[in-house]
């Protein structure tokens, strides 16, 4: 069996696919499996994948079709279906260095163990430039930390399956196709820390139609979702401002999807409270920022 498992969640990204699955031709080592999520697109996506899949790969390529749901429903459903130690998520509209699946199984074959939930690493421009900054010169850290310590930017996740099987899956609300994804990245972060290997291993853009450029939109479609994650933040972030920036971002979810029991529902109620003309101030921006489509 490889020991890891790209995931590509895709939505309408026939495009574009094809950038990812050129990379992962070029690998150095094949020791890897290729999971297409395809979240219910309906362009020729799966055409474009089963045409791959005949070609002579040295690698396993695997579709899978869902109904569409959003990003986080895709990866529930990757989830359920890597049996490999490892996994990472690529997304459609990115791609691999050709050295990234030789550095992270070789990097984990000689310093994992079951000490880690699995290896943190770098994300980079086209043109090499590290997104935000670099990590730390440790071993070690858990996600959480690295951002509390002043870490900017994407990073790329390479979790062991079992670990991240091991948390409760990402809630599905109905009309809603949004849950941050670091809901199970913040529970994982509560019991294991990352190995740090600080090498690039995944290549991103940042695509108009991509969830990164569109996150006042997102906020106003999927209040429930953010609502949610923002419940679990409450439990575990530390520091004042961090603790009240969630509790805003809480109340304004909440104003969205007119939930009048937000208060009593909230894990801590006098930040909340505090948090309400703040909240209200940020869902007044949300809104105006979504007008036209309102």
Same mark, same amino acid.
Not at 90 to 108: Q, R, Y
Not at 131 to 153: E, Q, V
Not at 177 to 197: G, M
């Given at each position: ?6 995931? +590509? ?74 049996? +490999? ?210």
């Amino acid at each position: 069996m490889a020991t890891l498992t790209v995931f +590509t969640p895709t939505y309408n990204r026939a495009y574009i696919l094809n950038q990812c699955y050129e990379s992962l031709v070029r690998q150095t080592c094949k020791d890897f499996v290729w999971l297409i999520i395809d979240d219910g697109s309906t362009d020729n996506t799966k055409e474009l994948v089963k045409k791959w899949m005949k070609e002579d790969n040295e690698f396993e390529i695997r579709y899978h079709y869902k109904k569409n749901g959003g990003m986080h429903t895709g990866h529930n459903t990757a989830y359920e279906l890597i049996a +490999t130690e490892l996994n990472v998520c690529v997304d459609s509209d990115d791609f691999m260095p050709d050295n990234a699946v030789e550095l992270i199984t070789g990097f984990w074959k000689k310093n994992g163990s079951d000490k880690y939930s699995g290896i943190i690493a770098l994300d980079v421009y086209k043109n090499g430039e590290v997104i935000g900054c670099r990590l730390p010169d440790k071993k070690s850290t858990t996600l959480g930390r690295f951002y509390d310590n002043g870490g900017k930017g994407d990073k790329k996740l390479i979790y062991r399956t079992d670990i991240i099987n091991s948390y409760p899956k990402y809630p599905e609300f109905k009309n809603e196709k949004f849950v941050p994804l670091d809901y199970k990245y913040l529970l994982a972060d509560q019991d294991y820390e990352l190995l740090i290997l600080n090498e690039a291993v995944c290549m991103v853009e940042y695509m108009e139609d991509g969830s990164s450029m569109n996150m006042f939109r997102q906020y106003y479609k999927n209040p429930r979702g953010f609502a949610f994650a923002r419940k679990v933040h409450m439990k575990y972030d530390k520091g004042f401002m961090k603790k009240f920036k969630t509790c805003i971002h809480y109340v304004s979810s909440s104003f969205i999807s007119n939930n009048k029991s937000f208060i009593s529902e909230s894990p801590n109620k006098l930040f909340t409270v505090f948090a309400i003309p703040f909240g209200a101030c940020l869902y007044g921006l949300i809104k105006y920022n979504n007008k036209e489509r309102v």
